[in-house]
Each structure stands twice: as C-alpha cells, then as structure tokens.
C-alpha cells in the first residue's frame, strides 16, 4: 500500500531544519564502573543526517549509571541491570535498551552455535500452558517439540455427574473462549436426547458464539499477536504528524487517533524505567520491518482495541448474563427468554456496530498494511492438512446448514467431508498410560507422567489424528474449507484480499495466511450477526425439555475461535459415563503420533528462519498465529555444554 507524501504541499524539504527521526547508536551491554560513548544521529527529510550527541538532551533511567553528551558512566550493579537511555533533539526522541553488566558474575557463554536447541517454557495459553523445544541448525529450524505441560483431568472430574451439568464444568476449561465448551456440552448431550431446540435458542446461541470470534478474534490480533511484528520502541521516534497523515491513507474512514497522546502513553512508559505490558520485547530485532511512523500506527490501534474490546465483552453479559462463563445454556436451549425485547436487541445492535466499524475500518486495514510489508512470511509456518467441524447452523439440520461448513482438506486438495469415525487419538508420546491409539468415544485418561523426553512421552496432549494425519484447526481451516466449498462469503472476502495485497492463493498456507484468515472470517461474521438478530422472534420459545435416557452417547462437534471443537458422551444409567474432548489446541499443538509424525505446530515451525538464537521472536510469530497467548521465559540451551540463557519475551 502507498504511504501518502510525508512533505506537505508547497513546502521546501531542503529548508526545513528539524529532524524527521533520530537514533542512538552504541553497545547493547556495558560493564559496570565503566565510561562508554553513545552517538545520536539526526535525520532529515531532504534525506542527509548529522551527528547531534553534543546538542542532543541526554537522559539515564537509572540512579546506578549517568549521562552525559552520549557518555554512560556506571557504577557498581547488585545484578545484571537493564537500563533506557533517552535523547532528544529537535523535538525528536529516541530510547536505546542497556544492560549493565555485573563483571562479578561468571561470564555467560555466547550463544550455542549450531545445532541448538531452543527451550521456550512456557508459552501459556487458557487451555493450558505450553512449551516448545526448537533444534535449529544453519540459521533455521530443523526439528519441533510441543509440550503441553498442565494436566486437565476434566473428563475424569465429569464422570458420574448428571449429563445436564457438564456445560457448567466444561466451559471453566477456558477463560478467553469461554462459552465454546458450554456450548459444545449442551450440544453433544442434545444429540444423545436427540432432542432439536426451538429456533430462539438456535438463534441466540450463534449471536452467543459471533459475539465470542469478535471479540476473541481482535484481542488476540491486537494483544496477543501484532508485537510480533510491531516495534513498540521504534514507535517512538515517529513523527504523529506524519502518521495521521498515514492513517488517513491506510485508514481513510477511521475514527481519527491522536497519535502523539499515544506515543506519549508509550513515551511514559519508557520514562518510568519499565514498559509495563510492553517489557521483555525483542524491541529493534532485525526481523522487524516496519518503519516508526508505521509502528506507531499500529500501536495507536492496540490501545483503540483495548478500549473496543471491553465493550464487545458486553454482548455476551446482554443475552448470557455475564463474561466471562455465560449463564444463558442449558440443554434444549437457552434460558433468557425475557431478555430477547427491544430495548436488549437494540443495545446489542448498537454494540455490534461499534465493533463491525472497528473491524472494517482499522482490523482488515492493519492487517493488509502487515501483509505488504511482510509478504516473505508467506513462505513460512504452512500446514498440509487441516479440518474444520463447522458453525453456526442455519436450521436444524447439521450439518447441511452450517453457515461455515464441515470439512477435511488432505494434502492441500480440495475439501471433503468429515467421516467423524476416522478421528483417532494418540498417546504414544503423550504421560498416559498405554499405546494404543483410541477414537474419542471410548477414549481413556489415565495419567502417567513419566518427565520430558523427546525421544519418549513429552506432553499432557494427546496427538489427535484424521485418517491418520495430523490436522491444522482453525480461522485458516475454516475459511479453506469455505472458499473450497464456494461459500459466497468466503470467496469474496479472499479474493479481495489477494486482490488488494498482490498474494496468490497459494499464499494462504502460512503464518500471513492465518493470521489474514482471522481477520477475513471476523468481518463475515460480524455482517451476518445482523441477519440472526433480526430472526429473534420476540416471546417465543427458547428451551425444549426432554427426559433423561438410562443409556445414550452422542457427540458435539462446533468451532472456537482456535478451531475445531469435539465433545463425546456415553451416558449410563442416567449418569456421565465416559466424556471425552478433543480440543482446539490439542489438535494443534499435540506431540508426534505413534507413526512419529509431528503435529501441526511442530511441523509448521521446520524452515522458520531465527537471526538470533537467544531472541527467537521468527518462531513466536508462527506459534502466536496458532493463538496462544502470553508472555514467557525462554531458555537456550546448548547440549554441548549446558548454557542456558534466560530472556523475556512476547
């Protein structure tokens, strides 16, 4: 996308004598009760540049070290201590991140040299914390390990409960998702009653879950993935006046931002000694390839989407009662009969288009400005495989209706459809006990943690397989199988946005590719959510009873955010008898199967490139667009000698 002339009109850039940008060069590590020099450069428009250290205003955060025109002086440090220089010059600021070394420590070894292994534990996300072990070798990654490292036990904890009950246990699996599992339970139990629910609570319940890819969708972009590929630190030395200009051009019908109150939001973070959420960055790596004015969009964006999202968070309280864990299910339908009037469906229409106006004018926006700048990523992190249950079904029939259709693509191919009995689980390298793999109906959960070990059993996960392959769920998944399977939505959405970005279809197949395709399906969410808003049917039924077999199993099959979405029941004597999930981050981030083949995010990972070993954000940008979530210590360590070096990072 072309950014708009950063010269305004009728000015002569050869005359102007303040400085576009300026920057802080010098070591990233200093010795303490040291000196050493530090050079600020200014830049101008008319593209020549000029050492100011002299004339530049210098500052230190840190009472154990001064400065002055660029000279760090340190004294002695209790431990290894990070400190920010800060310059300015000509209204210009720039930061640049310190360590001071404590020489008392025994030295740390450089970095492994190849082969390495990367340790990142853990990656933590709400279904469970994850960790990651990466070989790399020649500068690239040659070989994964995905580790889930928290047990659940939540089948075991349903067992001999009344199946009417399992919604309330199984939606506490996940906090951030947190109506899919209740949803999903009352599902499966309705398809052991057999029991259809009245079209109010087919209705509300697809509002129910729009409202969740909504919302979960663009915080997980903005707040869990955009600092992948956003350099907070180089946001501020960008001009505001330039990026207004910027965002009138990629951003054009977007509400208008004051970017300069948001770089100094950034700014006083930066000024206090910390960055608060933003700490442990790997602020300046060379893989980020945004300039300033660029990233300072883009920051202004995350702080407009922490507003928005508190907001959206509202439209489940409106119909479920509250956010998280909605109270509103129960199987045969939904429990908030009176709450469907007016007044809520029209303040719930209001919300929505709040959040749709966001989506279309700053989401797919940001979104395509990524994909131009970092269209190389589109050669790393593909999948093979994937598959998709489905949502949001238009009638009672599933899932013929499902207004995101079922299906399975192999190998790349075109999609087919789903034989649910070809679904395997497998705990070869998983800490439970057997070999055997099982399909999810008369699957087992029988701990037996028997420590890491990637040549053994290294994960809580099961490896859950279709036909026997490894497959990838989620937004990517769903809107293959859709734009396979010619959904008019899909199809446009796609085709306008490898219109608009220069990609191919083939392109999709990639980290860029799932992180688009979350975008693309939150916007053809969003629109449709109008047309189930206008199908509530005021004073009409919402639940359906039915009577409690002494013997039944069912399943039920939807979609999270993340992906696909699998619960199996066998109900004896009235009573949970076995109950079994196969979740989203199961699918894809199960270790190996018995056949040895890698799952998903394994595989996904072999080709990233990683620039520095100790700072590994190339892996963290494929395994974020996977969704998991939070900040984590990562530890490299080299088997050669046993170094283990700790950073933070996103």
């Not at 309330?168 to 998702?177: E, P, Y």
Request: aromatic share 8%.
């Amino acid at each position: 996308m072309p950014k708009p002339d950063r010269i305004p009109p009728g000015k002569d850039k050869t005359r102007d004598p303040k400085p576009s940008s300026i920057e802080i060069s010098g070591p990233s590590q200093v010795n303490e009760n040291d000196a050493t020099a530090f050079t600020c450069t200014a830049h101008f428009r008319n593209g020549t540049q000029a050492n100011v250290t002299g004339q530049a205003g210098w500052q230190v955060n840190s009472r154990l070290a001064t400065i002055s025109d660029g000279r760090l002086t340190t004294g002695d440090v209790p431990a290894n201590t990070a400190c920010m220089l800060t310059a300015t010059f000509g209204g210009k600021t720039a930061t640049h991140v310190v360590t001071i070394i404590d020489t008392a420590l025994p030295p740390q070894e450089p970095p492994p040299t190849s082969p390495s292994r990367i340790v990142i534990d853990p990656i933590t996300r709400i279904e469970g914390h994850l960790r990651l072990e990466v070989e790399i070798s020649n500068g690239a990654v040659v070989d994964a390990w995905s580790s889930g490292t928290l047990f659940r036990g939540i089948e075991m904890i349903l067992r001999d409960r009344n199946p009417e009950e399992a919604w309330l246990i199984t939606q506490r699996l996940c906090g951030v998702c947190t109506y899919v599992h209740g949803s999903t339970s009352v599902r499966c139990v309705e398809d052991a009653l057999g029991l259809a629910v009245p079209v109010n609570a087919r209705v509300v319940r697809n509002l129910m879950m729009g409202a969740q890819f909504l919302h979960d969708h663009i915080v997980h972009f903005y707040h869990l993935h955009a600092l992948d590929w956003v350099d907070l630190i180089s946001a501020l030395s960008a001009d505001p006046g330039i990026t207004a200009d910027l965002a009138r051009a990629v951003t054009p019908v977007a509400a208008p931002i004051d970017f300069k109150a948001a770089q100094d939001r950034l700014q006083a973070f930066a000024n206090g000694g910390q960055l608060g959420p933003f700490a442990g960055g790997y602020w300046g790596h060379e893989a980020y390839l945004l300039d300033p004015e660029e990233n300072l969009l883009l920051a202004g964006h995350y702080l407009e989407a922490l507003r928005l999202q508190t907001n959206t968070a509202r439209l489940h309280a409106l119909f479920g009662g509250k956010n998280p864990h909605s109270q509103n299910l129960r199987v045969g339908g939904v429990t908030c009969r009176y709450d469907l009037n007016d007044a809520r469906i029209n303040e719930f229409r209001a919300i929505l288009d709040e959040t749709k106006k966001f989506i279309d004018t700053v989401y797919l926006p940001d979104v395509v400005l990524l994909a131009q700048a970092y269209s190389d990523w589109t050669a790393h992190g593909g999948s093979q495989n994937f598959l998709a249950f489905g949502e949001f079904p238009q009638s009672a029939s599933e899932p013929a209706s499902l207004f995101f259709p079922r299906g399975a693509i192999l190998r790349r191919n075109a999609p087919v459809g789903v034989d649910t009995s070809a679904i395997e689980e497998h705990v070869r390298h998983s800490w439970y006990s057997g070999e055997a793999s099982r399909h999810p109906s008369t699957g087992e959960t029988i701990p037996n943690y028997t420590g890491i070990d990637t040549a053994d059993r290294y994960s809580w996960l099961k490896a859950p397989r279709y036909q026997g392959e490894p497959m990838e769920a989620g937004p990517l998944a769903r809107m293959l199988v859709a734009y396979g399977n010619n959904q008019s939505q899909a199809r446009q959405a796609i085709n306008d946005f490898l219109s608009i970005t220069g990609l191919s279809p083939g392109d999709l197949y990639s980290t860029l590719g799932r992180t688009a395709a979350r975008a693309l399906e939150t916007r053809i969410i969003a629109n449709e959510m109008y047309s189930w808003l206008d199908q509530i049917q005021i004073g009409e039924a919402t639940y359906q009873s039915a009577a409690m077999p002494m013997t039944a199993s069912g399943v039920g099959l939807n979609e999270a955010p993340r992906g696909a979405v699998g619960h199996w029941i066998e109900i004896q004597n009235q009573k949970i008898g076995n109950y079994q999930m196969v979740i989203p981050s199961t699918w894809n981030f199960g270790p190996r199967c018995a056949a040895d083949k890698r799952g998903p995010a394994e595989e996904a990972l072999i080709g990233t490139p990683v620039a520095d070993p100790s700072k590994p954000l190339e892996i963290l940008r494929t395994v974020h667009s996977l969704d998991p979530c939070i900040a984590c210590a990562v530890h490299v360590i080299d088997p050669a000698n046993n170094t283990d070096y700790t950073v933070r990072v996103y």
